[in-house]
């Protein structure tokens, strides 16, 4: 019978990944100093699994790999070799290493065995064997040719197998055993039962058999090992005399190799290593199908469904009252109505969170990074986490992973001095590194922050005149200055180190925050440290909108980003210059967007402002106010992509389909933002401190 | 068709076991450490085999192994160890807690039942 082992691959990914996790968290606790047992052990056993996993499935560069790791793993375990920063740093190298493997079979690719092969050397070298035996990639070949050199005129094994008395007694069975040397070729069995004494006197506990055994390689394909046959006899070692020899053509030569070859132990953990490993290696290439899994804890799963069961009943008494109704009925019916609007509502809001997982996934690569890093920089860096357990959009986590790195390296390499600076800065010798998750709003809120020597305008400003991204003219706020770090093509670091400076710069990370919907902000003293901010959306699927209409166009705001909404005092309104207006509110003066302008949805022009409406949003601290025609109602709507159905737009999100069936666009008040901000700067440019809310006077 | 308690840690061997029994037709009972696996084997009986791994976090194969020896129901049912361990020390150390016998992963599904027929038999 064959059995089809390939859909355990997937369990098997999970785990060894989760394993490689436990591994990796465990090798960075015991380079903060000491080995606890139980570290070790968890970090053994994960090793353990992966080994045994990957052979079963036909990984044979994995298990090779993972045996010799385990193997340096044992003896710690057992205490014979220290845990120092020497070996935790080639295991780590060697979970990396692992995980690249494993990476590869999972895509289905054939894993690059080179980088393997020189941690394999490494590995055998602490460990203090001599360096391998063959290399997995290499194995198949080199075993065959042995096989072909060594072994060419042997024609199979001559077995003597004699029980002690007590075999039976132990619990073993001649006939078990005999039967596993079936498996491995042609055998030939002669039983030797003169020792068996008459019936009355025989002890049906004792054996009294012996048996000599002719096993002959089936054909030349099937070589079979002396330790194949001393592996079936392990068991029962104790308990029997057995003798075990070559059969050749060449009488003489056989007993000759036959004492040479009598013990096998030696041999015994190649063997273990290399046999079988590569036969069962996937036949048939399949294309990869990587599903992607979330875990849910099942209290949220028994939320949904208790949820749903609402749903039905509800269902159920509103298809009673439209078997009968009359307006009698009415009152009912819209209690029923409110019913159901509150349990899809509720469901919406449970499946959202099935979705939802702890930052902490996205936050614990970072103390491996930060613990590379800072030896490869030669820099001391604590990392602090905090917020872990805020919780975010699966999608919007995978994707906010690469610019949280990005960031971090860049405050470790730029941001953070060395000890000697910071020393001779009277600050402490160990700079900090910081990631803070938390709620704001509708937003979640991600810091990056660090001790280190802050921006320094004066350089950043020069660079950028440099480069020609502004002028000399210029006059910016410092917050704008910071914000040039973002601008295409401009880095500070004088020459490129290979840490952050990969060519591409903190512009990637903001265009690829953007695409999420946040954004991304800076600010810092100069000696003191510097703060990234990153704001995201919790969820990219659903929003809590406020519709809105111009020009007769239903819009949706994301109701989170509303301030508040005034009717405007003519008093308060002001022009700048050309078409741009701002209004005074509460001394702080906020530019008016208008929507009919920057849609063009209306060739009129805004003269009579007074009276109308205005919305004012916030956006990363900055507000603008939209003027509107009519405010609607508050709704959440289902976010449609315009990429995927149209094309981007800059100003807008995305589009939704309303109750009623029409589509309405939703506006992207980031984009409106930076659309409002051009408009002015062309205008004038020292004006931009007001008009980008500035207080007057600051 | 045989009760069978597999014991296993590790989700995608003990599955793969559990398929690979259920699909010729035998009972399977899982559990995911030693501990799960006592307190099953006193709730249940019947059971005609065990088969365990031996590195478990809690409790380990071996001292399963043990303490079912002392279960007078499983003190005559044979208990496979389905192991990684190449080291004769391991095997030697289930032997002694009263362990039937092993089988050496890489796992194979075809040796399985073979060595679970042998055994049954």
């Known amino acids: 019978m064959s059995i089809d082992l390939d859909q355990f691959k997937q369990i098997f990914f999970e785990e060894s990944f989760e394993g490689l996790d436990t591994m990796e968290s465990g090798l960075l606790s015991m380079n903060d100093g000491g080995t606890d047992l139980d570290v070790v052990n968890d970090i053994f056993r994960a090793a353990h699994s992966i080994k045994g996993g990957s052979a079963t499935f036909g990984f044979s560069a994995l298990a090779s790999f993972t045996h010799i790791m385990e193997g340096l793993l044992d003896e710690m375990r057992e205490g014979k070799r220290e845990a120092d920063s020497d070996v935790v740093n080639i295991l780590l190298e060697s979970v990396d290493e692992m995980r690249t493997l494993m990476t590869a079979y999972q895509d289905d ?50 077995i003597e197998f004699e029980p002690h008395d007590d075999l039976l007694t ?119 199908q990587q599903a992607t899994n979330i875990r849910v804890d099942t209290n949220r799963i028994d939320e949904l469904i208790d949820m749903v069961g609402e749903l039905v009943i509800t269902q159920s008494m509103l298809g009673q009252l439209g078997d009968e109704f009359d307006m009698s009925k009415l009152v009912r019916l819209r209690e029923g109505l409110e019913e159901l609007e509150r349990n899809s509502r509720e469901i919406q809001e449970a499946v959202m969170r099935v979705r939802m997982q702890p930052i902490s996934f996205a936050f614990n ?9 800072s030896q490869k920089l030669g820099k001391k860096v604590r990392l602090e986490l905090t917020g872990e357990e805020t919780e975010m959009d699966k999608t919007v986590m995978e994707k906010i992973n690469d610019p949280l790195v990005h960031l971090v390296r860049n405050s470790m390499d730029h941001g953070l001095e ?24 509708g937003s979640i809120v991600v810091e990056v922050s660090d001790d280190g020597r802050g921006l320094d305008r004066e350089k950043l400003f020069n660079i950028a005149v440099n480069k020609g991204v502004i002028q000399e003219t210029d006059v910016l706020t410092d917050e704008q200055v910071f914000m040039l770090l973002f601008a295409a093509g401009f880095s500070t670091a004088e020459k490129l180190s290979d840490i952050s400076g990969r060519g591409v710069g ?54 989170g980003s509303i301030i508040e909404s005034l009717q405007m005092d003519a008093d308060a309104i002001s022009g700048l210059a050309g078409d741009t207006m701002v209004y005074r509110l509460r001394d702080e003066y906020i530019p008016i967007v208008s929507l009919s302008n920057l849609f063009a949805t209306d060739a009129g022009d805004n003269e009579d402002m007074a009276g109308k409406l205005l919305v004012i949003v916030e956006w990363a601290d900055k507000h603008i106010g939209l003027r509107v025609d009519e405010l609607l109602s508050q709704q959440q709507v289902v976010i449609k992509s315009l990429e995927t159905n149209y094309e981007r737009v800059t100003g807008l999100s995305g589009a939704t389909i309303l109750g009623d069936g029409t589509v309405s666009l939703i506006l992207d008040v980031s984009s409106l933002m930076d659309m409002a901000s051009k408009a002015m700067e062309c205008v004038n440019k020292p004006k931009l401190a007001v008009a980008n809310g500035r207080r007057v006077g600051e | 068709m045989a009760k069978i308690l597999i014991v296993d840690d590790m989700a995608s061997m003990r599955k793969m076991v559990a398929f690979t029994l259920e699909s010729s037709g035998h009972e399977v009972v899982q559990a995911d450490d030693g501990d799960v696996a006592l307190a099953i084997a006193n709730e249940q009986d019947g059971f005609a085999l065990v088969i365990t791994d031996v590195n478990m976090p809690n409790m380990d194969g071996i001292t399963l192994t043990g303490e079912l020896r002392k279960l007078p129901a499983l003190k005559f049912t044979p208990i496979l160890l389905l192991t990684t361990e190449a080291g004769k020390d391991k095997k030697m150390a289930g032997k002694a807690a009263g362990a039937t016998g092993w089988l050496v992963k890489p796992f194979d599904p075809d040796k399985l039942l073979m060595t679970i027929k042998k055994v049954l038999r």
Not at chain 1, 171 to 183: Q, V
Not at chain 1, 211 to 221: A, Q
Not at chain 1, 365 to 373: G, K, Q, T
Not at chain 1, 514 to 543: D, H, K, M
Request: hydrophobic share 30%.
């Open chain 1, 170 to 288: 132990t619990g073993n069975d001649p006939s078990l055993l005999l039967s596993e040397l079936r498996d491995l070729g042609d055998v030939t069995l002669t039983m030797d039962d003169s020792a068996l004494p008459s019936f009355d006197s025989m002890n049906p506990e004792q054996c009294y058999l012996k048996w000599s055994i002719k096993l002959l390689e089936k054909d030349s394909d099937s070589v079979v090992e002396e330790d194949q046959i001393t592996e079936i006899f392990e068991w029962v070692e104790d308990e029997c005399d057995l003798q075990i020899k070559g059969i050749y053509p060449d009488r003489e030569k056989s007993d000759r190799r036959a004492g040479d070859r009598r013990e096998g132990g030696a041999q015994e953990d190649r063997r273990a290593n290399n046999r079988r490993t590569d036969s069962r290696r996937p036949s048939d290439k399949k294309p990869t």
């Open chain 1, 506 to 559: 903190l512009d990637v990370v903001r265009r690829n925050i953007e695409s999420l919907g946040g954004n991304v902000s800076v600010n810092s003293v100069f000696g003191e440290g510097t703060v990234f901010t990153i704001r995201l959306p919790l969820t990219l699927a659903v929003l809590d909108g406020q519709l809105l209409q111009v020009d007769g166009a239903t819009y949706v705001l994301p109701l």
């Open chain 1, 418 to 441: 060395g000890p000697e600076e910071r020393l001779a800065g009277c600050k402490e010798e160990e700079g900090y590194v910081r990631l803070k998750a938390f709620h704001q709003g």
């Open chain 1, 365 to 373: 690569r970072f103390p491996r990074m930060v613990h590379d890093l």
């Open chain 1, 109 to 158: 690719e054939e894993p690059d065995v080179e980088q393997m092969q020189v941690l394999q050397k490494k590995l055998e070298k602490v460990c203090g064997m001599e360096p391998s035996a063959p290399s997995a990639a290499k194995e198949e070949g080199n075993e065959a040719g042995e096989a072909g050199e060594e072994d060419n005129r042997r024609l199979g094994w001559q």
